[in-house]
Structures are given as C-alpha cells and as structure tokens.
C-alpha cells in the first residue's frame, strides 16, 4: 500500500475526526473567497468610482489583512488537530515508517482537506455571491440586483493563498515528527504533578491592571493627561499589553483559587459530580490560562470590532438622514433654472413634487475671542447662518418630521439646530449655551449679541448647504436683512428621494458641477446619503467579515482543544462508566468541566469590550448603546449554541456507549 493510500484510507475511514478541520478549511477558503471576489466585481468598482470613495483600495487592503487572519485560523487550527493525532502517528512510527514517510502521509492527509475545502469554498462562493453582494448592497442602501459572481482572479488569488497555507501547515507537522521521539508521540499530554493554588495576590495585580486598564481607555484623548502627546504612546501600550496580562494573570492564579478554595469545603466536593470536576479544573489551570487568556482577546475584539462598527454606521445613517431633511436645496437659482427644475421633476414617473418654498439666510461671523489652546471640542461655534423664525415655522410644518415648533423668542435669544445626535449634544451643550455669542454680518456694522436659548436635534436645512443655523425672531431678522445681502434657498421636496439617481443626474446637469462631487449650489438627499451610506457600508461590510474571522478562530481554538482533552480524557471515562457512571452522568461531568472555558472567556472579553465602547463614546461622542447590546446578545447566543455542541461532540468521543 502506498502512502497515498494510507492517508487517503486514514481521511475515509476517520472522516468525523477530519470534519471539523475540514470545515474550518472551508469556512476559510468561502470567507476569503467571497470578500476577494466583491473586490474584483465591476458593478461594485463602478460604485466605488462613482463616489470617488477608493472603495476597492479599501477591499485590497482588508483582503491582505484577512489574509493574515485566516492563515492564523487554519495555521492554529491544524496545529491542534495534528498534535491530537500524536499517538496515531506514533503508532506508524512503531510500524516502521520513517518520520520523512510520516511527513508525506501528513501532505497527503492536508493536500486532501485543502482541495476539498477550496472546490467546496469556492462553489459555495460563487453559489452564494449573489446573496453577498445583494447584502453589500442593501448595507450601501442601493437598489441595484446583485448577480453571481465567477472571477477568475478571485479564484487564482485564493489558490495561491491556500497554496501557501498548505507549504506552512505541512512543514509543522514534519516539525511535530522530527521534534518527538516515538515514545514521546505515544505519551498524553502530562497533567501538572502539583495541581494549581492560585495566589491572592496575584490576582489583585492582574485586577488592578485590567482595572487601570479600563481607567485608560475611558479617558477623553483631549482631556486626560494620559493622553497627552508625551505619554500616548504608553498609555495605548498600557492599556493593550497591561489589559492582556491582567486577564492572563487573573484566568491563572484567581480562577485556580477559587477552584482550590471549593475544593477545601468538603460539603461543595463531595456533592454528586463536582469531585470530579474540581479534580480535573486543579490539573488543568496551568495550561488552560494562555488558551482561555487568547480566547477571552479573541472574543473581545470580536465584539469591539462588530459593536463598534455597528454603532458608527446607526450614527452615521441616522446623521445622513437628520442633516439632509430636504430633497433639493439650490442657492441663487434662477427663475429659468426653476422652471426646469419643475419640468424635469413633473417628467419623471418615478418622483412627484412635493412641495416647492423658498427662505434666505444670513451668514454671521462670531468675533468673541478664543481660547486656541482649549480641545477642538471644548471650541464653541466660530460661524452661524441666521434664519427668522417665521420661515422656520412654516418650513418645520412642511417637513412633517416631529420639528419642534417655537412660539417665541425675545430680542438676542435664538434656537440653535443641531441634527447631530442627542448623545453629543448633550455633551456641548454647556459650551454652545455657556455665554451669548458677539455675531457680525458682511456690510453690517452692528454687532449683535445672541444667546442659544434651546438646542433643537433636528434641521430644516441640508446642513452641507446651510450649517449651525440659529432661529431668532422677526423683528430681529428683518434688522438683520436691510443692512446684509442674504442666501436665498430653493426648496424642492419630492417622493421616493432616496432613489433618485436619474432625477439627481437631470437636476444636477441644470444647476452644473459634477453629479456625485461637492456643489455650492446644489444639496441634494440622494447624493449626500448615499455617499456616507456606501463608505461607511463598506467599512461595516468588512467589519463583518473580520468579526466572522475572529469568532471562527475562536471556535477554532476552543474545538480542539477540547478534542485533544477528549482524546486524552477517554480512558478516565471509561474506567468511570465501567464503575457505573450513567452516560448521563458523563454528560453532567463534561458540562461542567468545559462551560469555565467557554463562560470565563465570555465574560472578560465582554468587560474587555464594554470598556473599548465607553471609550469610544467618550471621544467620538455618539451612542454605542443599543447596538452593542444587539451585537453581544447576538455573539452570546451563538456562543451557548457553540458550548452546546461543544459538550455533545465531547461526550460522544468519551462514552462507551453503554448506559
């Protein structure tokens, strides 16, 4: 029999073993795939051109990063599977194969996952590419049909990878023969001889430094001194390295003290099963802090990287859709320009008018004295564009989008709008309402004085067009008008604003400039939403790509290293079922001896990411509330759901099969 054979024998015949390797393979192979194929769509790059976003340099760039990411996934993983296997290949060792012969087969066992994985990664990605990009889409909120897609680059980019992937993979499993002798490749892994204590004291330190570490991270960069220019570069050192060595430090000597105090109250140990478990978690705490210490970093990058892109796209759409309240806004349009407006408006089957108004404007200078050495967000407002409150009334009814209405407001009092999100007004508030503000006008030589009453978090205005306007009253705005040349606004409200790319096109060509490019004369919904909805659809699109790696690197790590556990763990079980342990009670056992690996993990890499989401409210000032509960209950469920199949593939590979 030639070598082939035996490892094609060995693949057949010991498939369950194979499959979870094979399926992390695959899931590699579709993850990359996939990504790399939207990156050589056309329809996709003509988007990215459209926008004139660079969106494709951003899919290469992410494409490399991934790169990196799944060769440490597949890496990880084959390196577990292969040392769980260290008896079956020292039993050919026994046989009289040499360790060169032992490589090959283990080439051969690998070329085999990897061609399966990349045909079936691959057919899956053209078979579901469809699927891919229309959920691109819909994250860009565009309306356009997404097709299969079959690229040649994609699928020579992927050979190559995994080609790669494979040389690294099979060179550690000829280091794992070459480095044991046949006696060391029979031997299971050792248990410590003297099981593990903890220490108290530890434990504290690695409290306080995730602790100080959570301090760090919280701190506003512009106000804390340790975020100063001279100490940032330590702190963000600090706050990463003194994070993980805290976790490190706490899952190896607080968890073993916890674990070895129960084990002193002889009511808890000798309770049902828990002799068996506290016996196993003593013997195990040594070599289960560095796995539990990467799983809990893993998860909490995870949740940081899907929270935190999640939050910033609900913040930025909502933003798009609050600063850009109007269809079309045109400045200085011409009553010809008008009448096109109208015509090309009236032509269209797709959109139909919905009102027409117009208002004007005044841009004032603030002239009181700054402070430069302050924070950029503890600046108050260096400009506003001044609307009476009468135009404003009437075009908040129009709006119908729960515009507060003002009844009055006296001589040098205004109603700032702000369409920025609740969140960071009130954080600015103090600031734009701290003391009145000294404004001039252009050609007006009187100075006026004006105190924000209120701040309204909404706009009547495209804020690209007219930004930090401040309401004031009649008599105050018509002194304003006969000393100041104003800038007059057209309004044009329309249906269905948001697929209007044709109607944009025809209105943008009246008034001139490009279609998707800036325009002072020209603010318009569709433009200005779409294109922070398809950058930041981008980024969140990769986000989830990443945040896929990560947990599947994650069920990685803790799957086989639960398997190799199982594999040595066999024998005890059975000698225990053969002593009358019910499967049942296996199962009760194996419960609680892997829901620490799973639960302890979890919770840290929660606290780890709650603490990154406060901070980055803190200094991008948006909410991250609601989305990052969404994201970890999300993460959490599938993690039960992980645990789960975790224990019953465990409990399969232990039980004797009687009862």
Same mark, same amino acid.
């Given at each position: 029999?030639?070598?082939?054979?035996?490892?094609?024998?060995?693949?057949?015949?010991?498939?369950?073993?194979?499959?979870?390797?094979?399926?992390?393979?695959?899931?590699?192979?579709?993850?990359? =795939?996939?990504?790399?194929?939207?990156?050589?769509?056309?329809?996709?790059?003509?988007?990215?051109?459209?926008?004139?976003?660079?969106?494709?340099?951003?899919?290469?760039?992410?494409?490399?990063?991934?790169?990196?990411?799944?060769? %440490?996934?597949?890496?990880?993983?084959?390196?577990?599977?292969?040392?769980?296997?260290?008896?079956?290949?020292?039993?050919?060792?026994?046989?009289?194969?040499?360790?060169?012969?032992?490589?090959?087969?283990?080439?051969?066992?690998?070329?085999?996952?990897?061609?399966?994985?990349?045909?079936?990664?691959?057919?899956?990605?053209?078979?579901?590419?469809? =699927?891919?990009?229309?959920?691109?889409?819909?994250?860009?909120?565009?309306?356009?049909?997404?097709?299969?897609?079959?690229?040649?680059?994609?699928?020579?980019?992927? $050979? %190559?990878?995994?080609?790669?992937?494979?040389?690294?993979?099979?060179?550690?499993?000829?280091? &794992?023969?070459?480095?044991?002798?046949?006696?060391?490749?029979? /031997?299971?892994?050792?248990?410590?001889?003297?099981?593990? /204590?903890?220490?108290?004291?530890?434990? &504290?330190?690695?409290?306080? $430094?995730?602790?100080?570490?959570? =301090?760090?991270?919280?701190?506003?960069?512009?106000?804390?001194?340790?975020?100063?220019?001279? =100490?940032?570069?330590?702190?963000?050192?600090?706050?990463? %390295?003194?994070?993980?060595?805290?976790?490190?430090?706490? $899952?190896? %000597?607080?968890?073993?003290?916890?674990?070895?105090?129960?084990?002193?109250?002889?009511?808890?140990?000798?309770?049902?099963?828990?002799?068996?478990?506290? *016996?196993?978690?003593?013997?195990?705490?040594?070599?289960?802090?560095?796995?539990?210490?990467?799983?809990?970093?893993?998860?909490?990058?995870?949740?940081?990287?899907?929270?935190? $892109?999640?939050? &910033?796209?609900?913040?930025?759409?909502?933003?798009?859709?609050?600063?850009?309240?109007?269809?079309?806004?045109?400045?200085?349009?011409?009553? *010809?320009?008008?009448?096109?407006?109208?015509?090309?408006?009236?032509?269209? /089957?797709?959109?139909?008018?919905?009102?027409?108004?117009?208002?004007?404007?005044?841009?004032?200078?603030?002239?009181?004295?700054?402070?430069?050495?302050?924070?950029?967000?503890?600046?108050?407002?260096?400009?506003?564009?001044?609307?009476?409150?009468?135009?404003?009334?009437?075009?908040?009814?129009?709006?119908?989008?729960?515009?507060?209405?003002?009844?009055?407001?006296?001589?040098?009092?205004?109603?700032?709008?702000?369409?920025?999100?609740?969140?960071?007004?009130?954080?600015?508030?103090?600031?734009?309402?701290?003391?009145?503000?000294?404004?001039?006008?252009?050609?007006?030589?009187?100075?006026?004085?004006?105190?924000?009453?209120?701040?309204?978090?909404?706009?009547?205005?495209?804020?690209?067009?007219?930004?930090?306007?401040?309401?004031?009253?009649?008599?105050?705005?018509?002194?304003?008008?006969?000393?100041?040349?104003?800038?007059?606004?057209?309004?044009?409200?329309?249906?269905?604003?948001?697929?209007?790319?044709?109607?944009?096109?025809?209105?943008?060509?009246?008034?001139?400039?490009?279609?998707?490019?800036?325009?002072?004369?020209?603010?318009?919904?569709?433009?200005?939403?779409?294109?922070?909805?398809?950058?930041?659809?981008?980024?969140?699109?990769?986000?989830?790509?990443?945040?896929?790696?990560?947990?599947?690197?994650?069920?990685?790590?803790?799957?086989?290293?639960?398997?190799?556990?199982?594999?040595?763990?066999?024998?005890?079980?059975?000698?225990?079922?053969?002593?009358?342990?019910?499967?049942?009670?296996?199962?009760?056992?194996?419960? /609680?001896?892997?829901?620490?690996?799973?639960?302890?993990?979890?919770?840290?890499? &929660?606290?780890?990411?709650?603490?990154?989401?406060?901070?980055?409210?803190?200094?991008?000032?948006?909410?991250?509330?609601?989305?990052?509960?969404?994201?970890? *209950?999300?993460?959490?469920?599938?993690?039960?759901?992980?645990?789960?199949?975790?224990?019953?593939?465990?409990?399969?590979?232990?039980?004797?099969?009687?009862?």
């Amino acid at each position: 029999m030639t070598l082939f054979n035996i490892a094609f024998t060995n693949v057949r015949k010991n498939f369950s073993q194979f499959s979870m390797y094979l399926g992390s393979l695959i899931l590699s192979v579709l993850i990359y =795939f996939t990504f790399v194929s939207l990156a050589y769509t056309k329809s996709i790059g003509v988007i990215f051109e459209k926008w004139g976003i660079g969106g494709q340099g951003v899919f290469m760039a992410a494409a490399i990063v991934l790169i990196l990411f799944v060769a %440490f996934f597949v890496f990880y993983s084959s390196n577990y599977f292969t040392r769980s296997r260290k008896r079956e290949l020292g039993l050919y060792s026994l046989l009289g194969l040499r360790k060169d012969q032992i490589g090959r087969i283990i080439f051969y066992e690998n070329l085999m996952m990897h061609v399966m994985a990349v045909v079936s990664g691959i057919v899956i990605g053209v078979f579901f590419s469809k =699927f891919f990009s229309m959920l691109l889409f819909r994250i860009m909120d565009l309306s356009i049909n997404g097709g299969f897609t079959f690229s040649v680059s994609a699928i020579l980019s992927t $050979l %190559f990878v995994f080609g790669l992937i494979l040389i690294v993979t099979t060179a550690n499993g000829y280091w &794992i023969v070459y480095r044991h002798s046949m006696v060391e490749l029979f /031997k299971a892994d050792v248990r410590e001889k003297n099981p593990a /204590k903890g220490s108290l004291t530890l434990s &504290i330190v690695g409290l306080l $430094l995730i602790g100080f570490g959570y =301090f760090l991270a919280t701190r506003s960069i512009e106000d804390s001194i340790f975020w100063t220019e001279d =100490f940032f570069f330590s702190s963000m050192l600090f706050v990463l %390295f003194g994070v993980i060595l805290g976790t490190w430090l706490v $899952l190896r %000597f607080l968890f073993p003290y916890v674990v070895y105090k129960l084990f002193l109250r002889k009511s808890f140990f000798y309770n049902g099963t828990n002799i068996l478990t506290l *016996t196993w978690l003593r013997y195990r705490m040594k070599k289960t802090a560095g796995a539990l210490t990467m799983i809990a970093g893993l998860s909490a990058t995870t949740l940081t990287i899907i929270g935190a $892109l999640s939050s &910033i796209y609900t913040n930025i759409i909502s933003f798009a859709e609050n600063s850009n309240p109007n269809s079309y806004q045109t400045a200085w349009s011409t009553q *010809t320009q008008r009448e096109k407006i109208y015509d090309v408006i009236r032509e269209s /089957k797709s959109h139909t008018l919905v009102y027409h108004d117009t208002a004007d404007v005044y841009k004032g200078k603030v002239i009181d004295k700054v402070d430069e050495d302050l924070p950029a967000v503890d600046q108050r407002m260096d400009e506003f564009s001044v609307m009476g409150l009468s135009d404003y009334n009437r075009l908040a009814r129009k709006l119908d989008n729960d515009s507060q209405q003002i009844k009055h407001l006296e001589d040098g009092e205004a109603i700032f709008l702000s369409p920025i999100g609740r969140f960071e007004n009130k954080k600015r508030a103090h600031l734009w309402m701290k003391d009145p503000y000294t404004v001039t006008f252009k050609n007006n030589p009187t100075k006026y004085s004006l105190r924000i009453k209120d701040i309204y978090h909404h706009a009547v205005f495209n804020t690209d067009m007219v930004y930090s306007a401040l309401v004031v009253n009649d008599r105050l705005y018509q002194e304003i008008s006969q000393k100041t040349m104003p800038k007059h606004i057209d309004i044009f409200q329309v249906t269905n604003e948001d697929r209007a790319e044709v109607l944009d096109q025809k209105i943008q060509q009246i008034v001139g400039g490009d279609p998707y490019d800036y325009n002072r004369e020209l603010s318009s919904f569709y433009s200005n939403y779409h294109m922070m909805s398809t950058l930041i659809g981008v980024i969140m699109y990769i986000g989830m790509f990443m945040g896929i790696v990560f947990f599947a690197a994650t069920g990685s790590i803790i799957y086989f290293k639960q398997i190799t556990e199982a594999v040595d763990e066999r024998p005890r079980f059975e000698v225990l079922q053969k002593l009358g342990m019910s499967q049942k009670e296996v199962r009760t056992v194996i419960a /609680k001896q892997v829901l620490p690996v799973f639960l302890i993990p979890l919770i840290l890499g &929660i606290c780890h990411s709650v603490a990154a989401m406060i901070g980055l409210s803190v200094n991008i000032l948006y909410s991250v509330g609601a989305p990052v509960v969404v994201s970890t *209950t999300i993460y959490t469920v599938f993690f039960i759901v992980y645990y789960f199949v975790c224990v019953n593939t465990y409990t399969k590979m232990v039980s004797s099969g009687d009862d």
